[in-house]
Every structure is written in structure tokens, then in C-alpha cells.
């Protein structure tokens, strides 16, 4: 458990216990400084406890581990291991070109305006599916939108990708890349990302298990 | 035991059992956590703190001054 939770649950027990005083003595508030503690306990401390709570979850939200406790998502978390330089989501995962425990977040949330607050409601969307849907094979599931080039150039849209060999050839490709015309994902040249259909006869990277 | 007591109770009861929610879930690291605390924890601390600012602004008409 990390440090700030163990803080925040301490926060929550000293909370609870206060707010249990004023349960067994509610007389108390008859005095100036009793209305001041309940006012600390029963309103600003709850409140405090919330929004703390309510921010380590978000947080924990973003982590690899939290994607992949989803039963559903093992295959996706196995494609991460696969020991093949051509498995995209692989390659960035093991060279840490994304960070490793942020992994999933980092390539599916959006960068763009409210794009935190979108991938959220994706995962509010995933859960009700998870619980109250009928979820598909992990090889079935797709992605809600097809996956936008920004999301690629928030990191590569350097000097290297733009003066790289592959990406000059062809004078209008580079345009085309960054207007999302051609999908760096769908266009011949990176399609292979997690392809967890194809995992049966894959060889696994152990270095890092 | 009056009525502002019996509210402040009640208002305690219910954010110490929002608060024993969110600890649950923020020791149990699963996407239904989440929504657990979100759902459930946050709609017992906020019926709980509705309660006790009800119990403040109500306070007046539970114990009249008396008549001069």
C-alpha cells in the first residue's frame, strides 16, 4: 500500500472516531466549541476525506495494474510481453518509450481538451459493460473511435519522426499523418499492436515478470 | 433527546458509514471500487454532511427561544 493511502485511511479512522463522539454525545454541541468540532467533523474533514479519496482513486485509475485486474483485459496485458520488436504496444511497454506503470493510460487517453475526462467515462462505459453488459472475447474488442494519429504525435511529433527516412518517401505522407487522413496505425505500417488473436504461438519477453 | 440531536446522529451515522466505504475501496485496488466509492460512498457523505447543514439551518425552529 502506497504511503498516501495509508495517510488518507488514517484521516478516515480519526474522522470516524470523531464523528462517533458526536454520536454518543450529541449534548455536546451546546457549547460554542462543541458547534465548532461538530462543524470540523461532520462537514469540513468528511469533505476532506472525500475529495482526497475521490483523487487517489482517480490517480490509481491510470495505472496498469488497475486496467489489467480486469479478467477480460489478461490478454492485452500479456500482449505487453511479447518477445517481437513489430508488436507495437510491446515495444513501446518494455523500452519504457511510455511509463511502464501508466502504460494502457498514456497511449488511450486523448490529447486533446476534456481527453482525462473522456478516457474516464470510456472506463465508467468498460465497467458497465464488465458488470451489466455482455462483454465480447478480449480478441473482439475495438476501440469506441478509431485511434486518432495525435495521440501517436503528442510524443513522436519530433525532428527524428519528421526527418526520418520512412516518413519522407513520400512527400504527402507526413501531411496526410498529421491531418489524420492515414492512420500510422491502419496504413501498412505499424497494424500490428496487441493483436491478442495471435498470442497462441507468440514468444514471451521475461525479462521485467 | 431532541430533534437536533436525533439529526446530528443520523448525519454522523451516515458519514461514518461513507467513510468505511471509501476505506473499503481505497485497500481493494478494482475498477468496481471506484465506482463503489464514487457511487456509494459519495452519495453517503453527501446525504450524510446534507443532513447535518439541515440540522444547522432547521436548529432554530427545533428550540424556539422561549417568549420573553
Known sequence: MHFPTILLIALIILTALLIAVFIARPAMTATRAGKILAFVALFLLPLL?????????????????FCLSCHIMESH???????EPGFLAAAHFQNHRVPADEACYTCHTNYAMFGGFRAKMHGLKHVYVQYLGKPPAPEAIKLYDSYNNRECLH??????FEEGAVHTA????LAAVKANKMSCLSS?????????GELGKAKFWKGAQ | MVALERRLQLAGKLLIAGL???A???LWSRPFAFILLVGLGGFLCA???????????SARDLNPKPMQ
Open chain 1, 188 to 196: 501498412g505500417c505499424h497494424q500490428v499492436v496487441h493483436n491478442v
Open chain 2, 47 to 57: 446525504a450524510g454532511i446534507a443532513v447535518y447543514l439541515y440540522s444547522l439551518v
Open chain 1, 77 to 83: 496485458g500479456r500482449s505487453l510481453y511479447v518477445d
Open chain 2, 20 to 22: 468505511l466505504v471509501e
Open chain 1, 170 to 173: 513520400d512527400p504527402g505522407l
Open chain 1, 49 to 65: 476525506c472525500m475529495a482526497m479519496g475521490f483523487t487517489s482513486e482517480l490517480e490509481r485509475s491510470k495505472t496498469t495494474s
Open chain 2, 24 to 26: 473499503i475501496c481505497l
Open chain 1, 155 to 160: 510524443c513522436h511529433e519530433a525532428r527524428s
